[in-house]
């Protein structure tokens, strides 16, 4: 199905960079839990494997903190082992033994083996509970605490239970996005509740808009296509933009995938207005839908905004959407029988729309002539298995979503502001927003985690927003990457080294009991900067040693 396979692009996790090829006996570490071997200098998680005294980058294969993609099963349970008891795992790298012990049980639980990985949960929290709080207590630990609710929220038995402990989780770091919308696959494939997910998606879209798109498309999978319309404004499209030295890897593929699914979305929203006997806006929709995509056609093919181009021919999704709009139109003339012949001849994918399109079909016909109960029966079951499919989360994927560990020496100085600044690599600066009135706030950190600069950037905008009097945000887009320097000899790439992250949101501050034109309908977006402040500036805000 094609909107399942949109589903998977959504949910896919951030570009990891790759590593130079790693030394012999020290795969077996990035194999375990994805990151490079440690040494003296650092556990390769938290801190650097670095080469001398810190000052050198690492070695390859060494731990340079970035976490990498790793294969799950059999071999990675036997990578753990040996990773734990190689001499280069100090009795000071307490976090990174727990961090091998808990991989070590994601891969047990991989190959069925439950009862296996609970143990290596247990006793990498028994590991961890020497290192003092705050910091492990709401990030690696949260993240085990997850993994926990998905290997024993796997029967119906044990879905209530499962989905207890993973709210627990998210109310334990509520300005977490990446965290919350894990949490929510995680209860969904414990429960199967589509209503609740939906509702957990609303709750991530109002920190991460991006995450609206799988809202939008859950919505359509489910037929609930009033729901689709009222969210269609609120859907954001925005690819980071280099600066100050930096190049966004993959920016005009990421760019082409977002021509292609905004094709599909307002085509969607299209057919939607159709369905719910608004034919006038449906065709309107179409052509806003297209003009509104073309000065991002015109940025792919090299054209700067002053720079006509022509009207680039139909794509296939268009004239598909638009064809499905015009036979849905044709029904509520009183031509059923006319679409139905029509639709016989093009033979479109098997999707909601589909479903919608012949279910009134079906009821404007003759008995005699109707399409038979079994074929709209059949397409529903279709539509059934992928959502069933959906609800599933792989491992690998959770992986990748769980917050990394977090230690004090990892917190990213608040006070060191960077307004204006084109030089600072960190902290936070502030510009225009993308709308009138609108602010985008950036924090970068070379040292934090991605989780750290994402609520830092929360943390500055509520304090932001407290400034001038105003008690609430709407997030109107937010961009997140892990930035990474590369030294280059002679055009080629010598040497890889992560450079930190940074996130930017682009922010409306609001009062809640009077929001501006467009947004009176959108109170449920509205996060409330009192509370952000409140939960995030004791973590943030501390002492610094003297």
Known sequence: MKWKRLLHVL??????????????????????????????????????????????????????????????????????????????????????RASLT????????????????????????????????PYYQRSFALGTKLLRAYATGRTPAAAAAAAGQVRAVVAARPYDAELAFAAARVELAATH?????????????????????????????????????????????????GRGGYVVDGAERRRMENERLRDELDGAYAYSLAATGQGDRARQALIDGRNARLPDAAALHGKTPDQPMASPPESAAEAR????????????????????????????????????LLTAIHHALPAETRVTD????????????????????KLADLMQSLPEAEVATRLPDYGHGSDGSFFASSGYMARSGPVPNSQTVKFSSQ????????????????QMARER???????????????????????????????????????????PGALPAGYQDAGWRVVDADAIWAALSPVYIVPRPQ
Request: proline share 5%; aromatic share 6%; hydrophobic share 45%.
């Open 11 to 96: 949910w896919a996790a951030a570009t990891v960079i790759g590593s130079a090829p790693a030394l012999a006996g020290t795969e077996i570490f990035e194999s375990c839990d994805g990151y490079g071997a440690p040494n003296r200098e650092g556990d390769g998680m938290t801190h650097a494997a670095t080469r001398w005294l810190g000052i050198l980058v690492p070695e390859a294969g060494a731990g340079d903190t970035r976490r990498r993609d790793t294969a799950l099963g059999t071999a990675g349970i036997e990578s753990c082992t040996a990773a734990l008891a190689d001499a280069r795992l100090l009795p000071a790298h307490v976090l990174r």
């Open 102 to 133: 808990r991989a070590r049980g994601v891969h047990k639980l991989d190959i069925g083996d439950v009862g296996g990985a609970l143990a290596d949960f247990d006793l990498a929290d028994q590991v961890a509970a020497q290192v003092p709080p």
């Open 193 to 241: 509740d589509w209503d609740a997910y939906a509702a957990n998606l609303r709750v991530v879209g109002r920190y991460d808009p991006n995450r609206l798109t799988v809202l939008y498309l859950l919505y359509f999978l489910r037929g609930h296509f009033q729901d689709l319309i009222d969210l269609h404004p609120f859907l954001h499209f925005d690819v980071p933009v």
């Open 321 to 356: 959407w638009r064809g499905l709009v015009e036979l849905r139109l044709q029904v509520a003339a009183g031509h059923a029988d006319q679409a139905l012949a029509a639709l016989l001849q093009t033979r479109p994918d098997p999707d909601p729309a589909l479903l919608d």
């Open 374 to 393: 079994a074929v709209l029966h059949a397409l529903q079951s279709i539509i059934d298995r992928g959502l069933s499919g959906l609800a599933e989360i």
């Open 447 to 462: 040292s934090g985690t991605m989780a750290m600069v994402n609520e830092l950037a929360l943390l500055r905008a509520a």
């Open 469 to 511: 009097n105003m008690h609430g945000l709407i997030i109107l887009g937010h961009r997140a990457l892990a930035r990474t320097e590369r030294t280059t000899m002679y055009g080629s790439v010598i040497r890889e080294a992560p450079s930190g992250f940074e996130a930017e949101i682009d922010v409306l501050f609001v009062n």
